[in-house]
Every structure is written in C-alpha cells, then in structure tokens.
C-alpha cells in the first residue's frame, strides 16, 4: 500500500505509534505522533507515555487519544483560519485491534461519529510516527524524517 494523502492538502492529518514496555526500568510505553497538513509535520511529540500499558494495544490506544486531542485542535484552528474541513481527518495506525476498539462507544469514537476523524490501517513500514518511538536504521528513518517533513512521496511537494 503506497501512503495514504488526501485529496483535500488543507486536511489535517496524522501518523500514530506506540512501542510497548520499551523502558527497561518501569515497563512504561514509547508514545509518539506526528499531525500533518499538506503533507509536512505542524505538531508532533515522542516521550514516554506516563502509565505502564498491560498491551500493545492499550498503549496504542493512549497514543492514539493523545493524537486525537491535537488532531481536534489543528482543526479548531484551521476552522477558525476559514479553512473549513473537507471531511475526517485520516489518523493512519498500525494496530488493528485499535482500530477495532474504536468502533466501540469512547471519546476518540464520538470524534469518529462527528465526522472529524477516521482510523485506517497503515503498514508500520509507512507509518511516519514509527521513527518516533523506536531506533531505526538510516533507510527508514531517513524515509519517515523526510516524509514528515513533507520532502518524500507527497503530492503537494514543489514541481508536483
């Protein structure tokens, strides 16, 4: 699957992974995401999540709340620039059982119903956030640093 842009590049969109237990010490989770619009990064953070996850997928959860909640407020923002939302804004993710949970009735599925957000399944191959939360060889990171920063496969990126 080649990544997913939106058609709309005033979208806002994200990229959201988590890494399980990788503190040593206190089994706590490696959380980062990255928020997008036309492609490049405007708000992003890696650190360690601050409750120990029982799974992947809880920590992927956590992440993915907390990716949310800058996801609604980029939007917020871009509404109130006149630059109203075309449609949800696609949070890419590399769980499926995430993604399956939030078809379930939480906060981050009432975002979904309103139509500001929508989850969909990217490889952790593609997923720019992947760099945030774990040591990469040069290939990837240099694939998801210059993907994030809107310099690698994006459609809205000069001479295209």
Known sequence: MVYPFPDDPYLVTADVDASHATDIETRRSTGGHIVMIFGAAILWASKLQSTMATSSTESEFMQAVTACKG????????????????????????????????????????????????????????????????????????????????????????GN
């Open 71 to 158: 996801v609604k407020w980029v939007r917020h923002i871009m509404n109130e620039l006149k630059r109203t939302q075309s449609g949800p804004s696609h949070i890419n993710e590399d769980n499926m059982a995430l993604i399956m949970m939030v078809n379930q009735n939480l906060a981050i599925q009432q975002w979904k119903e309103m139509g500001d957000i929508v989850l969909q399944y990217i490889s952790t191959h593609e997923s720019s956030a992947d760099a945030m939360t774990k040591a990469l060889g040069w290939i990837l990171h240099n694939k998801h640093s210059f993907r994030s920063m809107g310099l690698y496969g994006s459609p809205y990126s000069y």
